[in-house]
Every structure is written in C-alpha cells, then in structure tokens.
C-alpha cells in the first residue's frame, strides 16, 4: 500500500511524539512511526528539569503529578552543595518518570491529538536532489510532504539519510538501573561528581541518583562517563554501576539493583548531515544533549516545537542547521568544551576539591547546576547568563572548525 500523510515522523519516543502533538494541533495529517511496541524501555536518568517541565505544560502533559523535586544536590570531593532550581525560569520544578511510563504517556497523547501511530521500521528512503520523496516501512511505501527524523542516538534512519556522527568530539557512555529505596520521595535529585572504581581512581564522569517518588518507591540509579576518539573512557559501566549503587546502598537503603541498560551518546550537536529540502533530525538524533549532564529530553522537547515551527520553509537543507545554531550553537560549543576537559585524568581531582568545598563551592557549584540544567533563558540579564554568553561568543570564535550541525 502506499501511504500519504503531510507530516511523517520516524522515531515515538519523546522529540517524535511532542513534534506529532503540535503537527496534529497545526492541522496536519500526520503519521508516528516506531519499530518498537508501546510501552516500551529506554536508556535514561527519567529526570525531568524545569527545562522540560515547561514544555510538557505547553503541551498540556501532566507527569507523575504526585512526584516534584526541588533541584540538585551535588555531592564529591569532601563537600555537598544544595543547588535549588532557579525561581527565574518560568517553572521552578522538576520531576522522573521511568522513560517506560514517560514515552507511553507522550505518545497516548499524540494519539488523542490525532497522529496516526504505524508500528514497524522505516528504512530505505529514496531521495532525490536533497527530496525525501518516498520510504518504507515494512511492505508500506511511505510519502509525506515533510519528514521528521526523531529515531534516537543511533538515528538508523538518519545514517541512511547522510548523517555523520563526529565522535573527534565529546561524547557519553551511560549506565542506567533502577533500585527500591525507602527515601523514593526525597525532593533532591542527586549527583556525586567524584566518580571513583573499586582501585579508587576518578573517573571522567558523575553517578546520579533520583527519586521516582513514593507511589513507585524506586530510585534511578546510574552514571555517565564522558570519551572522545583520542581519550576512551575505558570503563566497565556495569562494574562501576554495581560498585557506585554498593557505595550508596547504605545511606538510601538500596535494594537490589535492576534493568541495568546503557547506551552511547553524541552530545552537543557534534553531527553533520541533518536536513534536507524536507527532512530533518531532531532531538537525540541530532546530538541535542547537553555535554555537562547528559540531559536530552528538553532538548528533545524544544526541537520538536521548533521543527514543526519551521514546516512553511521552503528547504530546511540550511534553514534548519542555521536554526539549531542560533538556539544552541554558543552553548553546546562551550559546554563540549568544558566537558572535553573533563577527559583530562589530572583535572578532576584538582578543580573537584575547589568546586565543592567552602565558600567556592556554596557560589560557584548554583551556578553550576543552573546550566548544567539548561537553565540560562536569553532574557536573563544577571552575572552567570552574562558571563556564558561572553564565554560562549568566544569559543564560537576560536573552534570555528569544530563540527556543529553543518
């Protein structure tokens, strides 16, 4: 059969169901595709910043409603640091969801909006002159007008399409488990940022715990770890899982560790290769992850609205790496460029001690968290927005050869 939509979205998962919410509300015939089943699992730390919060009110989608969290807390290095969220930022809170219950909400509501949802693999895209004009999914040929490209960090599609993955640049290796706990409803999400092995080396990265709220009575548990092609971070994520949770077992009264998962992560837009004249990738698929934190699910969120913004273009081919530079371009480039220092094995245990101890670390470690949450909007006029965007101008200006969508 041969099936027309005007809007075709390849990949269910947060960026490709959000982008079908508002391709639905605009009025479109529209078709979400995905090779997996709902609901279904996901590598993911299921934390959800205000950052994200604030989308998912756009959309209208109420989260864990019994479940919010207040912000960070940072701990490494002989000291802790309490990090609120910012009451700046247009929602002030945050909360977690399972990426099984979470993808399954965002989707049951696409649905309701009225997309269409095709279960199967979209493969074989035909193109011609940078055109879309045809794919498949099983014995389906697929056309739409526009094509949205949401399918993941491997983005299997996106590769067929020409998408290169620059892994010269930062990129994350994460492992993710889930844990009962009698402190599930602690109102902190929770960093330890001195991430060491069982031969107590630090290790390039932070673990993370947070809290899934009492009804579920389970914590998130995992860790990131950050590489590039010239210094692999050479971890064992599951070993270092079991290690980290068994560090922390007493103190949140961890039962056993479960659902252990973990994935790669290009981070920071360090792809080339996505948008043609009616096609573009979106989310994880175009490396929207913050390189600080691994967070992508606001990134994910915010392309989806973005890309359905731009569908009275003409030709994406540059519209929409020029759109995604404008939005994210100076901050992903100074954050890869933090993050890659992050790689050094000496600058960790120096800078850790400075960051998280005493009067520096009650300033310093705020502020932190405050973009590490993505949490820095162009309206902010104060001394940390001032100083990221200095910073950010000035490393667009010096790595003008680094890889960032084009």
């Avoid at 990265?205 to 590489?227: H, K, Q, T």
């Avoid at 971070?233 to 949140?252: F, G, P, V």
């Avoid at 405050?370 to 965007?389: F, H, I, Q, S």
């Amino acid at each position: 059969m041969e099936l027309k939509f005007d809007v075709a979205i390849i990949g269910a998962g947060p960026s490709g169901a959000a982008a079908a919410i508002h391709a639905a509300k605009a009025g479109h015939q529209v078709a979400l595709i995905d090779s997996a089943q709902f609901p279904r699992d996901k590598t993911c730390g299921d934390g959800l910043t205000p950052r994200a919060m604030h989308q998912l009110g756009n959309l209208e989608i109420l989260v864990n409603p019994s479940y919010r969290n207040k912000g960070l807390k940072l701990h490494g290095f002989g000291g802790s640091v309490t990090a609120p969220w910012p009451q700046s930022y247009p929602c002030t809170e945050g909360t977690a969801l399972p990426r099984t219950d979470f993808d399954a909400l965002i989707v049951e509501h696409a649905r309701t909006a009225g997309a269409q949802f095709i279960h199967g693999t979209a493969n074989a895209p035909h193109v011609v002159d940078g055109q879309l004009r045809s794919f498949h999914v099983g014995a389906d040929t697929v056309t739409a007008r526009w094509v949205i490209v949401a399918d993941g960090v491997r983005s299997t599609f996106g590769k067929q399409l020409g998408r290169i993955w620059h892994k010269g640049e930062v990129y994350g290796i994460a492992a993710r488990s889930y844990a009962t706990s009698p402190k599930a409803a602690e109102p902190w999400m929770h960093s330890h940022v001195e991430l060491k092995n069982a031969a107590g080396e630090v290790q390039p990265g932070y673990g993370w715990i947070f809290p899934l709220g009492s009804e579920l009575g389970m914590v998130n548990i995992g860790l990131g770890a950050l590489s590039t092609a010239t210094r692999p971070a050479k971890i064992n994520t599951k070993k270092l899982l079991d290690y980290y949770a068994e560090q922390q077992r007493e103190e949140w009264g961890l039962g056993p560790v479960e659902k252990v998962a973990s994935a790669l992560l290009p981070m920071g837009g360090a792809v080339s290769g996505v948008a043609g004249k009616n096609w573009m990738l979106i989310g994880d698929a175009a490396a929207c992850v913050n390189p600080l934190n691994g967070e992508g699910i606001d990134y994910g969120l915010e392309t989806a609205a973005m890309a359905v913004s731009l569908l009275a273009e003409p030709d994406f081919t540059r519209a929409w790496p020029q759109t995604l530079q404008s939005a994210y371009g100076e901050a992903f480039l100074l954050a890869r460029t933090a993050a890659r220092l992050l790689t050094y094995p000496q600058f960790l245990p120096l800078a850790g001690p400075v960051a998280l101890r005493g009067p520096v670390g009650r300033m310093l470690m705020p502020a932190a968290a405050r973009l590490m949450g993505n949490l820095v909007t162009d309206e902010d006029r104060d001394l940390v927005a001032r100083a990221w965007r200095l910073a950010g101008r000035g490393i667009s200006l010096t790595r003008r050869d680094s890889p960032l969508w084009s």
